[in-house]
Structure formats: C-alpha cells, structure tokens
C-alpha cells in the first residue's frame, strides 16, 4: 500500500491535468470497485467538473464543482492513468498497463472527460474503490473517522503528536506511528527512518520516550516526508509517479533496506528484525532500546 508521499506525488500530478475537466460518461467492469448508486452516478458525476484533487491519508480525493467527490482508494495494485491525444501519465502499480493500451483486463473504471480524455482506475486484485459521495458526508465515512492527523499540516505540532502517542503508552512506538488511527499516512518506511533520525529504537514503550525525543521524533518526521516528496516517493518497487517515473527516495534512505550495511553516522552494521510482524530497520548502536 502506498504511503503518504506516494500518494502525494500522484495527487500533484492529477492536479496539473484534471482540473477544469467535465466528466461526460463512466464504465465500470465490477461493482465493489466502483459501488455507487446509478441514479446517483447519473444525476451528480456525469455532466459534473472537476475543481481540485486532494488527499487524506493515503486516499484520494477528487472534487466535484456540485459539492460532490470521488474517493478512490488504490489499496495495493490500484492505478490511475490519464491519457489524452497529447499526453499520458500513470501513477500506481508498475504493470505494463502505465503504457499499455486501455482499457485492458485490470480495468475496473473508466472516467470520459467532454475533450475525449480519459482516467483509468486499473485494479488487478480488485480491492481498490471508488466511491462518489457529498462532500458533506465524506468526514463520516468510517476510514475518514478513524483517521489521526496529517503529519505535514502546518498545525501539525509536536504537541499533538505528544497527545496523539499518548492514546497508546504502553504500546511500541513504532506500531503507534504505523495506526493511522493515531497518525494519517505514515507507513513502514518513513517509521524506520524518522526512528532512526531520532535515535530511538523502534520497540521502545511510548511511555518511555521524553517530551525532548517526541519533539525531535517530530521535526524529523516531517523531514523525512518533505525529503521523501522532493524525491518522488519511495517508489522503487509498487508505485510510480505522475510522470510514469519512479520515485527516487530510497536511494536516499539511511537505515530501510540497508540492513547488513554501514550505518552512515557511527559504523555500526545496520540490521533488520520483525517487529509486530513488520520488517524493522535499525542501527544496533544508536538505536538501544529503553526496557
């Protein structure tokens, strides 16, 4: 699944190309990728524009002028792919389908747009959606309830992340910072990195960690998804940008997938262990941890 900068990346591109659009016709090939009611998809999508693209979490958001939106969860294999006579993009699972001819078997969703462009949603495993919704009932949805904070919001202090941490003292400090019922995007790699950054090792209690560690844990998230943007996202593997390229991060990366290499401030050979059931990244070193 896609994390925060990820989804970012794609949602900037969408930004520059769909803006403005009128979406004149859509066809769906399975009902759970795209279930909405036909009345509804007829009255408020068909004939609408498009104002804006945003993201919440790790989804997408894309804004209708009538006060309704679509939102659309890519889950593990989803992709969103324009193509018009002048231009194409993909952003996504790496399949050939960035390129390919559409629609094709992956094909769950087809948005046409009034200038004969149009958006793909490609699902290959078929657990991504897209759901058209009012906007004032979008805060309601049960995901959107649950959701902590978004990490890069200007009101993002370290004061709440303190609070937030909080709802979890007992628990290790890095699967409080992978609950997205605590924190909004942030996933296994940026958790590893912003630990390592901080020095902390990611087993250790929440109640454990000093206000001064939780504010430095605080500055150096947020570096490591500003970094993480500049670079395009960790998309090496499941995710390409906007642009159909991929993401440059993790040639950046100082602990996540380097296990058995350098550390590159102390020396120490960097190692990784299952940690909840997620693959850990740490320098044995610098990262103690605090019984």
Known sequence: MPE??????????LNKLLVGKTISS?????????????IDVNKFLIGSQISTIQRRGKVIIINLTNN????????????????????SFGGGHPTDSLIGNLPDKSTRVTLEFSDSSKLFFNDQRKFGWMRLLPNVEIDNIDFFKKLG???????????????????????????VL????????????????SLWMTK?????????????????????I???????????????????????KKGSYLEFANVFRRQ???????????????????GTHICPKEQRLIE
Not at 4 to 13: F, Q
Request: with cysteine.
């Open 222 to 244: 947020r570096e490591v998804l500003n970094l993480s943007l500049d670079k395009g996202g960790s998309t090496d593997r499941n995710y390409l940008n906007a642009e159909g």
């Open 4 to 13: 925060l900068p990820e989804v970012e990346t794609i949602v900037r591109g």
């Open 260 to 278: 058995g290499q350098p550390c590159i401030r102390c020396g120490e050979t960097i190692i990784k262990f299952k940690l909840n059931g997620r």
């Open 149 to 175: 904070p978004e990490p890069l919001e200007s009101n993002f202090s370290w004061q709440i992340l303190y609070n937030r941490l909080l709802k979890r003292p007992k628990s290790s400090i890095k699967s």
């Open 26 to 38: 859509v066809d769906f090939d399975y009902p759970k990728s795209f279930p909405n009611n036909l």
């Open 178 to 193: 992978l609950d997205q019922g605590i924190l909004a995007g942030i996933g296994n790699i940026y958790a590893d990195e």
């Open 68 to 87: 309704y939106s679509l939102i659309v969860h890519l889950k593990m294999t989803g992709q969103l792919i324009y193509r018009s006579q002048q231009q």
């Open 200 to 220: 902390i090792h990611p087993a250790t209690k929440v109640n454990k960690l000093s206000k001064s560690e939780i504010k430095n844990l605080h500055s150096n």
